[in-house]
């Protein structure tokens, strides 16, 4: 199911600039997963983090787990054109074995 | 994701009508799963299985049904009973015995009138 908190829903912005977006939970997570979906297909895996405090970079992408373990936090730099579209946070719970709980996305919009 | 292939990518059917979407995979992976995704929403469980003649139902089952036998194949068959069929649905597979992400196809998108 989906108990994870994502926010923004929705962010507006120029490019060039920075974009945060998290995910919070009052559950604990093994595994913290974010993914990036285009208009009309199917999600694709930016990162994936294991490790409470884990700070992981792909190219201008940031993503950390938390060190509680219940949240998890998504930076993009410099954003360009292409960033457009809708980022889900997801993680397997401690308690949920393989099932994946998935945030509710944030939709991004970069003004050229 | 290259080694899961959904089809049709638009499929068109009359209610009342049951209908079956195809997911094919070649990555050797013993989990798949259906979701579900409405406009502007998040994803949402159908069903899964983590091997081959084995399936759970998620947590929008009804309306649904699947199959699971070969490993590369999990079809879900979408019947008259769901009430609200016409929606973008995703496959996806997981390598098993670990918490390693999912991989998704390019999806489905069912209308249904």
């Known amino acids: ?112 | 994701d290259g080694g899961i292939t959904q089809s049709p990518k638009y499929l068109f059917r009359k209610e009342g009508q049951n209908v079956t979407l195809s997911c094919e995979q070649n990555l050797n992976h013993d989990a798949m799963y259906w979701y579900r995704q409405d406009p502007g929403q998040g994803l949402r469980l159908i069903y899964y299985s983590q091997i081959v003649n084995d399936f759970q139902k998620g947590d929008i089952a009804e309306g649904y049904s699947v199959s699971r036998e070969k490993k590369e194949s999990f079809p879900l068959t979408v019947t008259s009973a769901q009430k609200n069929p016409t929606a973008f649905y995703l496959c996806a597979t997981q390598e098993w015995g670990s918490n390693s992400p999912l991989h998704f196809g390019n999806g489905t998108r069912l209308t249904v009138t």
């Open chain 1, 1 to 112: 199911g989906q108990q994870l908190n994502q926010s923004p829903q929705s962010m507006f912005i120029q490019e060039g600039e920075d974009v945060s977006m998290n995910c919070t939970s009052s559950s604990i997570f093994n595994t913290w997963l974010w993914y990036k979906q285009d208009p009309g297909e199917g999600p694709v895996l930016l990162i994936a983090l294991y490790k409470a405090g884990e700070l992981t970079s792909n190219g201008r992408l940031t993503a950390q787990f938390g060190i509680t373990r219940k949240d998890s936090f998504l930076n993009i730099s410099a954003s360009i054109p292409s960033d457009v579209g809708i980022y889900f946070c997801a993680g397997f719970k401690e308690t949920s074995g393989s099932r994946l709980t998935f945030g509710e996305g944030t939709q991004l919009t970069v003004n050229p």
